[in-house]
């Protein structure tokens, strides 16, 4: 009873702590966080072939590559996906080619978000192919709601554009296929003259989440064009490729004291893990670790492969049918289908809109059109 006991609570506890180091808000959090491994360079990952899971975490569902980028889908009711980077950028330059989620509901978003929650924000609302919001936050402030901007772009569903973030010490800028559609200074109202401007070491987000269901706040499902139509999945979000720039070349960040502001985070210095890894030669692939062996090696592992085959297929027949026999093999494919995941939408809810969701969400945002 008590080794019981023990094993929950040590299972918690570890939870716990995972959670935390995930978490970690610098400017809240009374332990230390975790530096920010930074980016420190330029680069620019296509997305049509592997994503290098040292740089990349897909934190919720899976990314389907084909020859034009990465589909990131919703491919059952309330599913959610959710990749971020691993690195991250203090100010610099986010350049996102995406073909946005159609359907009532469903929001696709590519944004830059900071361990205490300053973000810089595209998202398309699935109703709207015709569209594209900005929006920034600072240090999770939703109090008021008149950041947002609207801002026409043609087939944002059926053709790739080019989504660019601009973010200095001065200013945000968000450009579409290379023309400035907005800028938000460092001081000015909005950002309650600096003090809510985004400013601190940002990591990139790609999600594709839906607003339109039933639990949501009623406010939060209009803006989102309705409740999602379950009948239409899957729903599709791609991504060609994205570039990103640091403006810093260093090793990682750190936060100083808790005021969140530029001049309190520290850039160490040294060679990113990021970069590094960039750097690094590509993997050889398997023709070319193939040709690199001998011919006297390719016949004894000719030979290998041919006796591993005969016994795995040897094996597979004396399976099958032992199966049949007992008239189950049916029943053991059935058994095999694979099953939706219910806690992905609450893992979202928690890592993602963190500051939207715990404070009533989109329900009184005012967006403000801007061209
Ligand atoms: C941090 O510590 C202070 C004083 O020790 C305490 O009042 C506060 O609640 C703590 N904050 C958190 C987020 O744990
Ligand atoms: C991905 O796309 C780029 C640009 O079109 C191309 O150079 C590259 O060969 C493609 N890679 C694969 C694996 O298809
Ligand atoms: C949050 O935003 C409101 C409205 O812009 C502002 O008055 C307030 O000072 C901000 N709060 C913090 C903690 O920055
Ligand atoms: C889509 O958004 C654009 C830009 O704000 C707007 O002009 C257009 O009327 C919207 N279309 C629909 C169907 O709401
Ligand atoms: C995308 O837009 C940005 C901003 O205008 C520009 O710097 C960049 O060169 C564009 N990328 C391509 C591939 O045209
Ligand atoms: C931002 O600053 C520039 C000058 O640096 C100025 O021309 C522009 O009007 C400012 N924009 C806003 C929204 O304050
Ligand atoms: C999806 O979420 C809604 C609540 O918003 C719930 O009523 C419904 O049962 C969920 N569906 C599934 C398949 O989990
Ligand atoms: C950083 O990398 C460069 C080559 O890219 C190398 O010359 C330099 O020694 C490295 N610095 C450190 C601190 O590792």
Same mark, same amino acid.
């Given at each position: 009873?008590?080794?019981?006991?023990?094993?929950?609570?040590?299972?918690?506890?570890?939870?716990?702590?995972?959670?935390?180091?995930?978490?970690?808000? $610098?400017?809240?959090?009374?332990?230390?966080?975790?530096?920010?491994?930074?980016?420190?360079?330029?680069?620019?990952?296509?997305?049509?072939?592997?994503?290098?899971?040292?740089?990349?975490?897909?934190?919720?569902?899976?990314?389907?590559?084909?020859?034009?980028?990465?589909?990131?889908?919703?491919?059952?009711?309330?599913?959610?996906?959710?990749?971020?980077?691993?690195?991250?950028?203090?100010?610099?330059?986010?350049?996102?080619?995406?073909?946005?989620?159609?359907?009532?509901?469903?929001?696709?978003? !590519?944004?830059?978000?900071?361990?205490?929650?300053?973000?810089?924000?595209?998202?398309?609302?699935?109703?709207? +192919?015709? @569209?594209?919001?900005?929006?920034?936050?600072?240090?999770? =402030?939703?109090?008021?709601?008149?950041?947002?901007?609207?801002?026409?772009?043609?087939?944002?569903?059926?053709?790739?554009?080019? /989504?660019?973030?601009?973010? #200095?010490?001065?200013?945000?800028?968000?450009?579409?296929?290379?023309?400035?559609?907005?800028?938000?200074?460092?001081?000015?109202?909005? +950002?309650?003259?600096?003090?809510?401007?985004? &400013?601190?070491? #940002?990591?990139?987000?790609?999600?594709?989440? $839906?607003?339109?269901? %039933?639990?949501?706040?009623?406010?939060?499902?209009?803006?989102?064009?309705?409740? !999602?139509?379950?009948?239409?999945?899957?729903?599709?979000?791609?991504? &060609?490729?994205?570039?990103?720039?640091?403006?810093?070349?260093?090793?990682? /960040?750190?936060?100083?004291?808790?005021?969140?502001?530029?001049?309190?985070?520290?850039?160490?210095?040294?060679?990113?893990?990021?970069?590094?890894?960039? =750097?690094? %030669? $590509?993997?050889?692939?398997?023709?070319?670790?193939?040709?690199?062996?001998?011919?006297?090696?390719? %016949?004894?592992?000719?030979?290998?492969?041919?006796? !591993?085959?005969?016994? @795995? !297929?040897?094996?597979?027949?004396?399976?099958?049918?032992?199966?049949?026999?007992?008239?189950?093999?049916?029943?053991?494919?059935? @058994?095999?289908?694979?099953? +939706?995941? $219910?806690?992905?939408?609450?893992?979202?809810?928690?890592?993602?809109?963190?500051?939207?969701?715990?404070?009533?969400?989109?329900?009184?945002?005012?967006?403000?059109?801007?061209?």
């Amino acid at each position: 009873m008590s080794f019981l006991y023990l094993l929950i609570c040590s299972a918690l506890v570890t939870f716990a702590a995972a959670d935390e180091q995930t978490e970690c808000n $610098p400017l809240t959090s009374n332990s230390t966080c975790e530096a920010d491994p930074a980016l420190g360079t330029e680069h620019t990952w296509w997305f049509n072939t592997t994503l290098d899971d040292s740089l990349w975490d897909m934190t919720t569902g899976k990314i389907d590559y084909t020859d034009e980028g990465a589909d990131f889908s919703i491919k059952s009711e309330n599913a959610s996906t959710l990749l971020q980077s691993k690195f991250y950028i203090f100010f610099g330059v986010m350049e996102v080619h995406a073909k946005m989620a159609k359907g009532a509901g469903i929001i696709s978003s !590519v944004i830059l978000q900071s361990d205490d929650l300053d973000e810089i924000d595209w998202e398309w609302v699935g109703y709207n +192919t015709s @569209a594209v919001q900005s929006d920034f936050f600072g240090k999770g =402030n939703t109090t008021t709601s008149d950041r947002g901007g609207f801002h026409t772009v043609d087939n944002a569903d059926t053709e790739f554009h080019n /989504y660019t973030t601009y973010w #200095s010490q001065d200013r945000l800028e968000w450009w579409i296929d290379g023309e400035l559609r907005r800028t938000v200074n460092y001081s000015e109202p909005k +950002t309650v003259d600096g003090k809510n401007y985004p &400013q601190t070491p #940002s990591r990139v987000k790609v999600s594709l989440w $839906p607003v339109g269901i %039933a639990s949501q706040l009623q406010g939060n499902i209009e803006w989102g064009g309705g409740l !999602v139509d379950w009948s239409d999945l899957p729903f599709t979000m791609s991504i &060609q490729r994205i570039r990103v720039q640091d403006f810093h070349s260093g090793k990682e /960040y750190t936060y100083s004291g808790t005021s969140g502001s530029y001049d309190s985070i520290n850039v160490v210095s040294g060679n990113s893990t990021a970069q590094k890894e960039i =750097n690094k %030669a $590509p993997e050889k692939s398997m023709s070319e670790k193939w040709d690199d062996l001998g011919t006297g090696a390719h %016949a004894g592992i000719g030979i290998a492969i041919a006796v !591993v085959v005969v016994g @795995a !297929v040897a094996g597979f027949v004396w399976w099958c049918v032992s199966q049949r026999r007992k008239g189950r093999l049916e029943h053991a494919l059935e @058994a095999d289908q694979p099953v +939706t995941e $219910p806690t992905a939408m609450n893992g979202l809810k928690k890592e993602w809109r963190q500051s939207d969701w715990a404070r009533g969400g989109y329900h009184q945002r005012l967006l403000k059109t801007y061209d």
